[in-house]
């Protein structure tokens, strides 16, 4: 059974960091292409970050110089750090897995930025 079980998500004040995890099992974690998106409340999803299995990574212009994302194979576990957030990165943000024709999603972690 495959699980992907996000993590590190929260409250935080504008200009402030999180770092969240994701810890996937029931795949073979190295060959698959990871990415985070998010859905804002009222909007639809969309993508943040995606790190392939090889290490390139792609981000969307919003989120550019001011996230990251990285994986730790050893561990079967993809991040996400986030620092100078800002109000509208407000959402539940969720990891996927994604090879070939699979497509595994997590349940989520909601970030909310505000004072």
């Known amino acids: 059974q495959v699980q992907l079980v996000e993590s590190g998500g929260g409250l935080v004040q504008p200009g402030g960091s999180l770092r969240l995890s994701c810890a996937a099992s029931?795949?073979?974690?190295?060959?698959?292409?990871m990415g985070w998106y998010r859905q804002a409340p009222g909007k639809e999803r969309e993508l943040v970050a995606v790190?392939?299995?090889?290490?390139?990574?792609n981000y969307a212009d919003s989120v550019k110089g001011r996230i990251t994302i990285s994986r730790d194979n050893a561990k079967n576990t993809v991040y996400l750090q986030m620092n100078s957030l800002k109000p509208e990165d407000t959402a539940v943000y969720s990891c996927?897995?994604?090879?070939?024709?699979?497509?595994?999603w997590g349940k989520g972690t909601l970030v909310t930025v505000s004072s």
């Open positions: 790190i392939d299995s090889g290490g390139w990574t």
């Open positions: 996927n897995a994604r090879r070939i024709s699979n497509n595994y």
């Open positions: 029931g795949i073979i974690f190295r060959i698959y292409d």
